[in-house]
Nanobody
Framework: QVQLVESGGDLVQPGGSLRLSCAAS????????MSWYRQAPGKEREWVAT?????????DYNGSVKGRFTISRDNNKNAVYLQMNSLQPEDTAVYYC?????????WGQGTQVTVSS
């Protein structure tokens, strides 16, 4: 069974930074592109970023986070990360990781990021 466990969320002040982690299991992690999504209160789930499964990773970002967030992965640890810098209140959301090619059938609990003064 696919398992996705997100961690690293916290309460931070505007301008602060966080590093989110996602531990994956139940599939051959290195073969899949991995993505981060987020869902803010009252809004639909939104795609944030993707890193390919290639040994030399290709990345793609939602325009709202481009230049501030960096997605990366460690295939030896079956982990994907999201480095979040220059955080703003609009980044407040529950953040999830997943792989589109798996069908987005299984989701973890997500990790809460709150940006507030």
């Amino acid at each position: 069974q696919v398992q996705l466990v997100e961690s690293g969320g916290d309460l931070v002040q505007p301008g602060g930074s966080l590093r989110l982690s996602c531990a994956a299991s139940g599939f051959t992690f290195s073969r899949y592109a991995m993505s981060w999504y987020r869902q803010a209160p009252g809004k639909e789930r939104e795609w944030v970023a993707t890193v390919s499964g290639h040994s030399i990773a290709s990345t793609d970002y939602n325009g709202s986070v481009k230049g501030r967030f960096t997605i990366s992965r460690d295939n030896n640890k079956n982990a994907v990360y999201l480095q979040m810098n220059s955080l703003q209140p609009e980044d407040t959301a529950v953040y999830y990781c997943n792989a589109r090619a798996l069908g987005l059938r299984d989701w973890g609990q997500g990790t809460q990021v709150t940006v507030s003064s």
